[in-house]
């Protein structure tokens, strides 16, 4: 019972649950596995996915976020396309949907109204459906045809962190597990380079003071901060972004880093702090160029890079993990910064003002 969760020995629920991160990919690696270490899913999700000629992600928020990469972990991995989309606005802006459409619902708490009212839509059409959460006795789940269940424990604060990056594993698993039933061939061991994934969220866990000084370099009395990063980059970009403005209240934005001289750059002034991620070799020269337009309007530019890519000067560098499992790694020194920062700023970190931890109205 979540009540019953207890923060032990740290000062907010949100630092618990970063540091429970190497533990809960663990976990899912455990939960995921047969003995002779392949992936294994449930019989009746793997058929869906296997004859679903098109996947449309369902969420809200930091799961959204978990979606959009997701989207490029199936189509990379399983070859087979991925539309995601914001539950809000799903219903308005209806797409086009394909002859045979599989609905996957990305929901911690599975309670989400805006999810909600997709999902009773789309069972009516009658198209299959499928709830990635992290509480299987919740509505969508219920609801679905099919669980997925992310095994992050109960998360309190009401800043998804761990909810996140268990969503992302099991999306890479689904991913490897669809691969599996259509006979396409993999190049890497997914279970072994999520072992590594698990390792290096430890590394990082481990440098909170290094981050911690960060923060208070770059935040401690900024009015906005940007967040730029291309191709998978840009995706933890969006969810460094909404990390920061939802509990330091620190006016953040997440951008492509080809985007922000089509506008945004006017807001960029003097000692403007802009995080720059870079973990994607295709991308790497790219967004250094990006991070030089900032600067030469004065920006503070706080790079952080994957090993392997780093240059001299940059502010913070992750442990390499595999290409497409970045995001579950950068995230972190983002959740850390952001944590950091509110705290500074006297803020309360898990229970920030506006914010419910489920939101179960449209
Ligand atoms: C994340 O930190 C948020 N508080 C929020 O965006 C959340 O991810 C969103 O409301 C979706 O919630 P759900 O995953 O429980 O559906």
Same mark, same amino acid.
Not at 76 to 89: G, T, Y
Not at 311 to 319: K, S
Not at 320 to 341: D, F, G, K, M, N
């Given at each position: 019972?979540a009540?019953d969760?207890e923060?032990?020995?740290?000062?907010?629920f949100?630092l618990?649950?970063i540091?429970e991160?190497?533990?809960v990919?663990r976990n899912?690696?455990?939960?995921?596995q *047969?003995?002779?270490?392949t992936?294994?899913l449930?019989d009746d999700?793997?058929?869906?996915m296997?004859?679903?000629d098109r996947i449309?992600?369902?969420a809200a928020?930091t799961?959204?976020h978990a979606?959009?990469?997701g989207?490029q972990?199936?189509e990379?991995?399983a070859?087979r396309?991925? +539309?995601?989309h914001?539950a809000?606005?799903f219903?308005?802006?209806?797409?086009l949907?394909?002859?045979?459409p599989?609905?996957?619902f990305i929901?911690q708490s599975?309670?989400?109204?805006?999810?909600r009212?997709v999902?009773?839509e789309?069972k009516?059409?009658g198209?299959?459906?499928?709830?990635?959460?992290?509480v299987?006795?919740?509505?969508?789940?219920? &609801?679905?045809?099919f669980?997925l269940?992310?095994y992050? /424990?109960?998360?309190?604060?009401?800043?998804?962190?761990?909810a996140?990056?268990?969503?992302m594993?099991?999306?890479t698993?689904?991913?490897?597990d669809t691969a599996?039933?259509?006979g396409?061939?993999?190049d890497?061991?997914?279970?072994? +380079?999520?072992?590594i994934v698990a390792s290096?969220?430890?590394?990082l866990?481990?440098?909170?003071?290094?981050?911690e000084?960060?923060?208070?370099?770059?935040?401690?009395?900024?009015?906005?901060?940007?967040?730029?990063?291309?191709?998978?980059?840009y995706?933890?970009?969006? +969810? /460094?972004?909404l990390?920061?403005? &939802?509990i330091?209240y620190?006016?953040?934005?997440?951008f492509a /880093? /080809?985007e922000?001289?089509?506008g945004?750059i006017?807001?960029?002034e003097e000692?403007?702090p802009?995080?720059?991620?870079?973990t994607?070799e295709?991308v *790497?020269l790219?967004?250094r160029g *990006?991070v030089?337009?900032?600067?030469a309007r004065?920006?503070?530019p706080?790079?952080?890079?994957? &090993?392997g890519?780093?240059?001299?000067g940059?502010?913070f560098?992750?442990?390499p993990?595999h290409?497409y499992?970045?995001?579950?790694?950068?995230?972190?020194?983002?959740?850390?910064i952001?944590?950091?920062?509110?705290?500074h700023r006297?803020c309360?970190?898990?229970?920030?003002? *506006?914010l419910?931890?489920?939101?179960t109205v449209?």
């Amino acid at each position: 019972d979540a009540s019953d969760i207890e923060k032990g020995t740290y000062p907010h629920f949100m630092l618990k649950e970063i540091d429970e991160q190497p533990f809960v990919i663990r976990n899912i690696i455990q939960k995921y596995q *047969n003995d002779d270490g392949t992936v294994r899913l449930d019989d009746d999700i793997r058929q869906a996915m296997k004859s679903s000629d098109r996947i449309y992600i369902i969420a809200a928020g930091t799961s959204y976020h978990a979606g959009l990469v997701g989207k490029q972990l199936i189509e990379k991995i399983a070859n087979r396309p991925v +539309e995601v989309h914001i539950a809000s606005e799903f219903l308005y802006n209806m797409p086009l949907l394909s002859d045979n459409p599989l609905f996957i619902f990305i929901s911690q708490s599975g309670e989400t109204a805006d999810l909600r009212g997709v999902l009773v839509e789309v069972k009516e059409k009658g198209y299959k459906t499928l709830t990635i959460t992290n509480v299987p006795g919740s509505t969508l789940s219920r &609801e679905a045809d099919f669980t997925l269940h992310t095994y992050a /424990g109960p998360e309190i604060a009401v800043a998804s962190t761990k909810a996140y990056t268990a969503q992302m594993a099991v999306l890479t698993l689904l991913a490897v597990d669809t691969a599996n039933a259509k006979g396409i061939e993999l190049d890497f061991d997914p279970i072994q +380079e999520l072992a590594i994934v698990a390792s290096a969220m430890e590394t990082l866990c481990d440098q909170k003071e290094k981050l911690e000084q960060i923060a208070r370099d770059f935040l401690a009395t900024t009015r906005n901060c940007f967040f730029i990063g291309r191709a998978a980059d840009y995706f933890v970009c969006l +969810e /460094g972004a909404l990390k920061l403005k &939802e509990i330091s209240y620190i006016q953040a934005e997440g951008f492509a /880093g /080809g985007e922000l001289k089509h506008g945004t750059i006017a807001l960029i002034e003097e000692g403007t702090p802009v995080v720059a991620v870079t973990t994607q070799e295709h991308v *790497n020269l790219s967004i250094r160029g *990006n991070v030089k337009e900032v600067a030469a309007r004065g920006a503070n530019p706080c790079i952080i890079s994957m &090993e392997g890519l780093e240059h001299d000067g940059d502010t913070f560098v992750i442990p390499p993990v595999h290409e497409y499992l970045t995001s579950l790694v950068t995230v972190i020194p983002l959740q850390l910064i952001s944590y950091y920062a509110a705290l500074h700023r006297d803020c309360d970190v898990d229970k920030p003002r *506006n914010l419910a931890k489920s939101v179960t109205v449209e």
